[in-house]
């Protein structure tokens, strides 16, 4: 399988399942926050979610913080 340089997907970060550095491959998803069904247009979140290449697990942290 051919294998394309991906030097600006993937990160280097901590992994719990790996217990140790992987490489991960980072997005961001506007999820809404479902808790309330009002205004749910307005509270749509930038998640950063890291997928870990090894193990495929997913960490997924809010930006907004606020
Ligand atoms: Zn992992």
Known sequence: MATQP????????????????????????LRTESSKQENSQFSREPYRVATCMDCGNETTQRMNNA
């Open 6 to 29: 991906s030097d600006l997907d993937g990160v280097t970060e901590s992994c719990p399942e790996c217990t140790r550095d992987t490489t991960h491959k980072v997005r961001v998803e």
